[in-house]
């Protein structure tokens, strides 16, 4: 019997009616059915933040909400075979809260972080048990999901990972996304991590497709955040998705088709309340005679951190001691571009003073300039990159629109073209080209 991997995100596990529309989309699937889950939405930022400003004596409060939160979605789990792991999985994350504020470990933050999504598999199962339809909680430390890394931002040992998935039989696996298991411990796959889960785990047991289920019709030519009504994309290219995802977060983890790639499974993203949409497929690239934009991307309000190198200090070294500063600083690096001689970094505006002082106050870097706040702009289409034709057209539109768009010519790739515009510019230039571009709902 063929394989389907199914994936429900945070966005999918808020309340009871998505509870009951994950087990309706089980209960109408024929194949053998696996299914990842992520954490309740909002349940890992609650975590991190109770993690992030200690108050010890606010532990067992802030655990009872956690539990209180699942139990209103999802009450058969007090009833449930799971009933006794679900409190004990309580006890373990109010013990790793307490354990990391005398001992901030990476590995403790994470274990403490995963419960989230340890949770939620209990809760998934439980439902889909009541629901009649035999389940079984299995977490990643166990089903032989392997990382290569510590803290917040392993990577997937997918051979280790092939070599050791065991799955329940007669049963659905409810597989928890986001972490497993290194050499020292649990470790977490950064954001959007579960959909990294779903896709190895797919290629592993060579499955027939995978399918993550959104609160969205699918993908859009324009990220929802902007509040511009982007056209649904019936299809996209591994390569398109790949580059679009790295620009348009929370889309999808920018490595969830590597997986997939080789083998050429679909992944399919498809509303959870609308079962009758077929969404977004995503596979392999479909030649087509004339290339056009499909989508545009943004990493909006960026601030550009840049310095220059004398000959005495080596270029991999400056940027190791840069990028291992702003690590230990929780300070994200949107982008690098190290050319000899000189190396810029974009880093979110809100994080730039921070990132500023942290450069500033290493010795071995020299101090940094800071340069005007920008967006970074990603025009995909299989096929765009090399057509000059789409360059024109692209800056007529920015200049017909008033916006001072700069090609990044050090970012051409056959199927992607980058671009900057002046932060305070960003939602005009999104509306300007993507209504030049056909990319917006008529």
């Known amino acids: 019997m063929t394989t389907n991997v199914h994936k429900f995100g945070g966005s999918c596990l808020s309340c009871a009616a998505d509870i009951d529309a994950i087990v309706s989309r089980v209960q109408h699937s024929t194949n053998k059915q696996v299914l990842i889950v992520s954490a309740f939405r909002g349940v890992t930022d609650r975590i991190m933040e109770q993690i992030d400003s200690p108050r010890p004596n606010s532990i067992t409060p802030f655990v009872s909400s956690i539990e209180i939160e699942h139990l ?3 009450p058969e789990i007090i009833d449930s075979p799971w009933a006794v792991r679900f409190a004990e999985t309580l006890h373990v994350l109010a013990n790793r809260l307490a354990e990391y504020d005398e001992n901030p470990t990476p590995t403790i933050r994470a274990d403490a972080l995963a419960c989230g999504e340890r949770l939620s598999s209990l809760a998934v199962a439980a439902a889909l048990d009541a629901a009649g339809i035999p389940a079984q909680p299995s977490w990643s430390e166990d089903v032989g999901i392997r990382l290569i890394g ?32 290194t050499k020292d411990g649990i470790a977490l796959l950064g954001r959007g991590g579960s959909d990294l889960t779903a896709t190895t785990v797919a290629a592993a047991l060579d499955a027939n497709e995978v399918t993550i289920w959104r609160d969205v019709q699918g993908v859009l030519a324009l990220s929802p955040r902007w509040a511009l009504p982007g056209r649904n994309l019936r299809n996209l290219s591994y390569t398109e998705a790949a580059e679009l995802a790295l620009f348009s977060e929370p889309m999808l983890h920018p490595n969830a088709v590597e997986p997939l790639r080789k083998i050429g499974i679909p992944l399919h993203i498809r509303p959870l309340h609308e079962p009758e949409s077929n969404g977004t497929i995503i596979g392999p690239s479909i030649n087509t005679e004339t290339p056009v934009i499909r989508a545009i991307g943004c990493l909006p309000h960026l601030v550009p951190l840049s310095w220059t190198l004398s000959s005495a200090l080596s270029l991999t070294e400056s940027v190791s001691n840069a990028t291992t500063a702003l690590g230990r600083e929780r300070i994200r690096i949107a982008s690098l571009r190290a050319l000899p001689g000189r190396v810029r970094l974009l880093v979110p505006a809100r994080m730039a003073a921070r990132a500023e002082r942290v450069l500033r106050d290493k010795p071995s870097l020299p101090t940094p300039i800071v340069g005007e706040p920008m967006s970074i702009l990603c025009f995909v289409g ?46 005009d230039a999104l509306q300007t080209l993507c209504s030049s571009l056909g990319l917006l709902v008529n």
């Open 382 to 427: 299989e096929g765009i990159g090399q057509q000059v034709d789409i360059r024109q057209q692209i800056a007529l539109a920015a200049s017909n629109g008033g916006i001072d768009l700069t090609f990044n010519d050090d970012e051409i790739r056959d199927h992607a073209l980058h671009a900057a515009v002046p932060a305070n510019q960003t939602e």
């Open 150 to 181: 510590t803290g917040e931002f392993a990577h997937i040992d997918a051979e280790k990972t092939q070599s050791l998935i065991d799955l329940p039989m007669g049963a659905i696996p409810v597989i928890t996304g986001w972490y497993g298991v």
């Open 72 to 74: 209103e979605s999802v």
